[in-house]
């Protein structure tokens, strides 16, 4: 199970980072002059977003060589805790790069009249379903990255 979800999490993250790298709009005004952009590279949040699944998403490539020996070798006891230990490192990484960039497409979707922030995603919608939709991706790739250490942990306390 540990391989499978490894991949499914490999899945997710690479495909949050691709989606969101890729996301960007353009708004032609009065002329070809005057445009309005909007591009993932123009927020910090999603700058780290993208660099936090990538980090991850090359951990979970690497890893996938250990969790392969884990399958051959199931008495490898300190292996599996050394990796058990990055997988909480990449957990924690991967959760914050998705709240960080959470919170910017929050706002952008619904904005905080309070202070003045209008929601732009009223002209930037391509812009927003791209950066939501990368959401959702990471989001299932935390679920399966729990799921990977949960799963380290039962094994281990299977062992004597």
Known sequence: MDL????LALIGTL??????????????????FTQFKARY????????FVA??????????????FSFFHILRSSAQ???????????????????????????VYLAHIGNPNWNWFSF????HSFCERSSGSLIGSFVAVIFMTLVIIVAGVALARRP
């Open 15 to 32: 495909g949050s980072a691709f989606a969101m790298a890729t996301t960007n709009q353009r708004l032609p005004f009065f002329n070809s």
């Open 41 to 48: 590279r123009d927020i910090p949040a999603f700058i780290f």
């Open 4 to 7: 499978i979800f490894r991949i």
């Open 121 to 124: 995603c009223r002209q930037f």
């Open 52 to 65: 936090a699944n990538g980090i991850v998403s090359a951990y979970l490539l690497l890893s996938l060589a």
């Open 78 to 104: 300190r292996t599996r805790l050394i990796l058990m230990f990055f997988d909480m490192a990449m957990l924690v990484i991967l959760t914050a790069g998705a709240s960080a960039a959470a919170a910017i």
